[in-house]
Each structure stands twice: as structure tokens, then as C-alpha cells.
């Protein structure tokens, strides 16, 4: 087998495989919020800790990884399967969410992944990792802004909601340095 399309078959697997796990973190994270957590607010969400005294919803976990698997899909799939992936992803978080946050949940995620996607596309090529932590960092930030402000009135939990999924942010760059060290030796460029 040619190594060109050993590569071009690499890039795609992993590439539908980071869109699984993107569009498998929709659900987890509506799952989690109504289901999860060490205390449930009645008519609200279900809370985490994510710092002393620092309470989140639950699905902030996801949202976190959903940022990063977006990254990676743009990586090997290219900006057009990123964009398609963010728009099956609101519908999706429209279609999963509870009745109370629909709105809420698929305006959060259409908005953030946008900005993720404007801070990672011009970066991404030349400083990989930079490109996710930052584009990541803006996207859970106007995630957990506009999800708080539409969902619950309030931003009450806005500082649990970015560290929460800065945790998840934090805890995928070593995976994402290895991945830019391993596709330069291997000679993987980005889509």
C-alpha cells in the first residue's frame, strides 16, 4: 500500500473518530446536567465541585471535551467537516436537551463552537497547541456565558461552569502536544 494513502486513511480515522466522541459528548453532557451530580437542584441543574467551594453543572465536563474533539475534527477533516459537525451538534443539543434548556443549551453551543472555530482556524497550522488551549479558553467562556444567561437567568455558576471545563481543556493537552509531536514525525499534516 502507497504510505500517501496510509496517511490520508489514518487522518480519516481519526478524524471520524474524534467526530464520535464530539457528537457523543451532546448527549453526555444533557444527560449529565438532569441526572449527575453531588447535589441536584430542584428545577435546576445537577452540581459538581470543580474547585473548593466551586459548584458547576455537571455537563460542563463535556462541553470542555466537546471544544477539543471540534479541534480535531477540523485537524484531520478539514474547517467545512468542522463547521457541519458544530450544526449537526446544535441540532442535536437541540433535539437532547431537556424541554427547560433548549434554547439555552443549543445557542450556547452553536455560539461557542463558532468562536472556538474563529480562534483555532488561523492558529491551528503552525502552533497546534496553542490554537486549542486558546480557542478553547474563548469558546468556554461565551459557552458558559450565554448557557447561564438563557438556561437559568443568572450567572451564578459562571465561574464554576470555566473551571470545569477548563479542567477538561487542561487535562487533553498533553494528548493534544503528543498528537502534533507524533504527526510531525510520522509526516500528518492537517487537513
Not at 6 to 15: A, P, Y
Not at 105 to 123: I, Q
Request: glycine residues 8%; contains cysteine; hydrophobic residues 60%.
Amino acid at each position: 500500500m502507497n504510505p500517501t494513502t496510509d496517511k490520508i486513511r489514518q487522518k480519516q480515522f481519526e478524524g471520524i473518530l474524534a467526530l464520535l466522541v464530539f457528537g457523543l459528548t451532546i448527549p453526555a453532557a444533557n444527560w449529565l446536567i438532569g441526572n449527575a451530580g453531588t447535589v441536584c437542584v430542584p428545577e435546576g441543574p445537577c452540581l459538581i465541585p470543580v474547585a473548593p467551594g466551586i459548584m458547576a453543572p455537571s455537563g460542563v465536563l463535556m462541553i470542555g471535551l466537546a471544544l477539543v474533539a471540534r479541534d480535531i475534527v477540523q485537524r484531520r477533516l478539514g474547517a467545512k467537516a468542522a463547521l457541519g459537525a458544530i450544526v449537526v451538534g446544535t441540532a442535536l443539543s437541540a433535539l437532547l436537551a431537556p424541554q427547560a434548556i433548549v434554547i439555552a443549551s443549543a445557542a450556547a453551543f452553536l455560539l461557542s463552537e463558532l468562536a472556538d472555530f474563529a480562534v483555532y482556524t488561523p492558529l491551528q497550522r503552525k502552533r497546534f497547541v496553542t490554537a486549542v488551549v486558546l480557542s478553547s479558553v474563548v469558546g468556554l467562556v461565551v459557552d458558559s456565558a450565554i448557557f447561564l444567561q438563557l438556561a437559568f437567568g443568572s450567572l451564578d455558576f459562571f465561574a464554576g461552569q470555566v473551571i470545569g471545563k477548563a479542567w477538561m481543556v487542561l487535562l487533553a493537552v498533553p494528548f493534544i502536544h503528543w498528537l502534533r509531536q507524533r504527526d510531525a514525525r510520522i509526516g500528518l499534516a492537517p487537513a
